[in-house]
């Protein structure tokens, strides 16, 4: 079976959402086909991790990601930043556009190795990639019998490969579903959060 749970943080910056509408604004002038095939803003996230638990492990995997949180991921945070900047587009083969994570990607790489060791040691099917590449998913392909695009114009990274996007607060660190209703918001729905920022 596949996947049902993945670890992300969600992007929220009103700046940096603007910024992402208007290259994909850009995107859909040069290939209007390309507006069925936009990820959309109120999903926008980084994912840390993708993984399968069944509904009875739940309960105890929660608690197993709370512990590494309160043990190691604060720890990380503090030390190597509080925020991730994004500057510049690049894309997975032909199919999928992404935003870059530039300034913090270096907290990403680290707690995505945590966690990805916690998962691992607990026995948790895992999903993700085995080498892990932080991206925020613009656009992403797929096959359709009402579009018969089959690739993103490479047009669509001209001038924008090093554009300034923005940044986004590292405030939580949330457990999401991948099989479960999205909320009234349309994002994910969560399963759990790990705040890194204490409430002010």
Known sequence: MGPNLFLAFQITN????????KVLYTCVEKENGLKDFIAPLETAHVTLDVFRVETENLADAKLMLQDVFDRHIKT???EVGKSVTFKGLDMFGKTVLFARPDQGSDFLQKV????RKALEDAGIEIHGYKEYNPHLTLLKVKASKE???????????????DVELGSQELK?????????????FGYYHCEDVYNLAEEE
């Open 147 to 161: 579009n018969q695009l089959r690739e993103i114009p490479k047009a669509c990274l001209e001038n924008m490969k």
């Open 14 to 21: 009103p700046e940096l959402i603007a910024n992402l509408r």
């Open 112 to 115: 995505h190795k945590v966690f």
């Open 76 to 78: 990380i945070w503090k």
């Open 172 to 184: 939580q660190i949330q457990l999401l579903s991948i099989s479960k209703q999205k909320d009234s």
